[in-house]
């Protein structure tokens, strides 16, 4: 009988060790799960505004987008948008593309006049860091990191892509990044930037090709900027709808039929 219980001596000694440490990771795991929620936001969409910046885009250009996009975000409908929304706020980033990506405005939550005025202030200062030719592909793919690996919880995501031409010079395809991001239950919206004075840049057919190359995933649509005359008010408009969930009535249909091959947002992990 004393062999028998200097033998479990032992073993009662590493049990407590055991239990001793589980109830300490037990205790950390309870501290640091609130310390974890404290550090992400809550919104009801995260928006990149994805903007061209390619060679096709001098620098007076660059500033009209700039101050276009800016108009738009403290425009009353985009505000009232906002607050009419389910969680009264939105998430948004404005990133410049071309041969590369720059973040021109971080992660801001947009949640009133003031805070979409801080933005749209934050936009119009910063020096051009997009240089180049056109990777769309690349593009894509960065927008998608940009929402996967950011410190915001939102049961929409959206890329809002702008360009005025589909050439793709380096980098991923087209087709390989808009299949992965679609594939991670991101939405892809498109503004086309017609240029009717210079079909060098636009083509016939820019419409068409970022119909059916570039826009996808659940609810996606496509607003057409016809010149500089319209774009704030059309980038307003494509807002308003983004912020709403909705869709321009002629493309719903279309639209509407290719929403169950995606997955929802809230399968994707952060």
Do not use: C, H
């Amino acid at each position: 009988m004393r062999v028998a219980a200097a033998n479990l001596l032992p073993t009662t000694r590493y049990l407590k060790i055991v239990l001793f440490m589980l109830l300490r990771l037990l205790i950390f795991v309870l501290i640091a799960s609130p310390l974890a929620a404290q550090t992400q936001r809550e919104a009801g969409l995260e928006l990149v505004l994805l903007a061209d910046a390619s060679g096709s885009i001098d620098a007076d250009e660059l500033a009209f987008q700039r101050q276009g996009y800016a108009l738009a975000i403290t425009d009353a409908a985009v505000i009232a948008a906002i607050g009419n929304s389910i969680y009264g706020n939105v998430a948004v980033t404005y990133v410049e593309w071309a041969a590369n990506t720059a973040v021109v405005v971080p992660w801001t939550i947009i949640d009133s006049e003031e805070t979409a005025r801080a933005f749209a202030d934050a936009l119009t200062g910063p020096p051009r860091q997009a240089y180049g030719s056109n990777a769309i592909g690349s593009a894509l793919l960065d927008a998608k990191r940009l929402i996967e690996r950011n410190d915001i919880i939102a049961p929409r995501a959206v890329i809002d892509f702008s360009g005025d031409s589909i050439r793709n010079s380096s980098g991923p395809s087209i087709r390989e990044a808009r299949a992965e991001v679609l594939a991670a239950g991101i939405t892809i919206n498109a503004l086309p930037i017609l240029r009717p004075e210079d079909g060098r840049r636009a083509g016939a057919n820019l419409e068409e090709e970022y119909a059916t190359r570039i826009i996808g995933g659940p609810g996606a649509f496509m607003v057409t900027a016809e010149g500089r005359n319209s774009f704030a008010e059309t980038v307003r408009r494509k807002l308003v709808l983004e912020i709403s969930g909705l869709m321009p009535p002629a493309q719903f249909a279309a639209a509407k039929k290719g929403n169950a091959t995606y997955p929802s947002r809230s399968a994707r992990p952060k």
